[in-house]
């Protein structure tokens, strides 16, 4: 039986691109609890929403964006993509990829490691890529990641302290509330320090 937060998961991840639009409608016909928990209008309009439209991502944002607690789940999936860094989940170059794009859409926060993925990382390729390339030259290709991922560790564990003590904390989508001192903020006052640390 899924609970609301459950269900506003699964609104997140279709709203974010995370599983396809036949997937969600797939869930949707499985999950009767939606009507439980948000009544039938809502889930009625849920129905009836014609998912083979070439629109149907628009309207389906358009009546299911005011269930979902977006800064909740942003800030899980910010801190998860640290964590990622941190503990060396998933490959690098995409874990950093990702955090380029948060960062340029707004979460400034991102900056250092953002700005190092477009400095060079940006042109590595992705371990899924792997078996399209000669292995030395593969290897060759990534060995940049060695000499900078300490920084980027550090860097990821720095941030995620922020979010862990509550002086960083999302409050919706591409918008956070950041009570950290200024000497704090080094990757918006001081970018330069920390590239030539």
């Known amino acids: 039986m899924s609970n609301e937060k459950d269900i506003q998961k699964q609104f997140y991840k279709i709203y974010k691109g995370l599983i396809s639009v036949s997937e969600f409608e797939e869930w949707l016909y499985n999950t009767p609890e939606i009507e439980k928990v948000y009544g039938d209008d809502f889930y009625f309009n849920l129905l009836d929403l014609n998912y083979r439209s070439r629109h149907i991502k628009n309207e389906l944002e358009k009546v299911i964006e005011i269930k979902i607690p977006f800064g909740e789940f942003e800030q899980m999936r910010i801190v998860s993509l640290l964590e990622n860094i941190i503990y060396e989940k998933g490959d690098l170059v995409e874990v950093l990829e990702q955090i380029y794009d948060d960062y340029c859409s707004g979460y400034s926060f991102l900056r250092y490691l953002g700005l190092n993925y477009v400095t060079g990382i940006d042109n590595l390729p992705k ?25 980027l560790v550090n860097e990821a564990r720095r941030l995620l302290s922020f979010f862990q ?5 999302i409050i919706v989508e591409n918008e956070y509330n950041d009570y950290r001192t200024e000497e704090e903020k080094i ?11």
């Open 127 to 151: 371990l899924n890529q792997k078996e399209k390339w000669d292995k030395n030259e593969f290897d060759g290709r990534r060995e940049i990641l060695k000499y900078i991922k300490p920084k």
């Open 165 to 169: 003590n509550g002086t960083l904390r």
């Open 187 to 197: 990757e918006l006052n001081n970018i330069e320090k920390m590239f030539n640390d």
